[in-house]
């Protein structure tokens, strides 16, 4: 019998290192990188229950109820 690892064990090296990886990064207020250079500031916005489940991949694939 071939035992298999779950998603979350397979990934807990990976998420460990993405945890610290933000952990470490400076919190800098929106208002500081607008006011030192709003012409190179982009803002973006992505709706991942409206882009998944309703009009991506699982809408093609039939999985939305």
Same mark, same amino acid.
């Given at each position: 019998?071939?035992?298999?690892?779950?998603?979350?064990?397979?990934? #807990? !090296?990976?998420?460990?290192?993405?945890?610290?990886?933000?952990?470490? =990064?400076?919190? *800098?207020? #929106? !208002?500081?990188?607008?006011?030192?250079?709003?012409?190179?500031?982009? =803002?973006?916005? *992505?709706?991942?229950?409206?882009?998944?489940?309703?009009?991506?991949?699982?809408?093609?694939?039939?999985?939305?109820?």
């Amino acid at each position: 019998m071939t035992s298999h690892m779950n998603l979350a064990d397979r990934s #807990l !090296a990976f998420l460990t290192y993405l945890e610290d990886w933000y952990r470490q =990064l400076p919190l *800098v207020p #929106l !208002a500081t990188v607008i006011d030192s250079a709003p012409e190179t500031v982009a =803002l973006i916005s *992505v709706d991942m229950i409206n882009g998944f489940a309703k009009k991506g991949h699982s809408l093609v694939s039939g999985l939305r109820r």
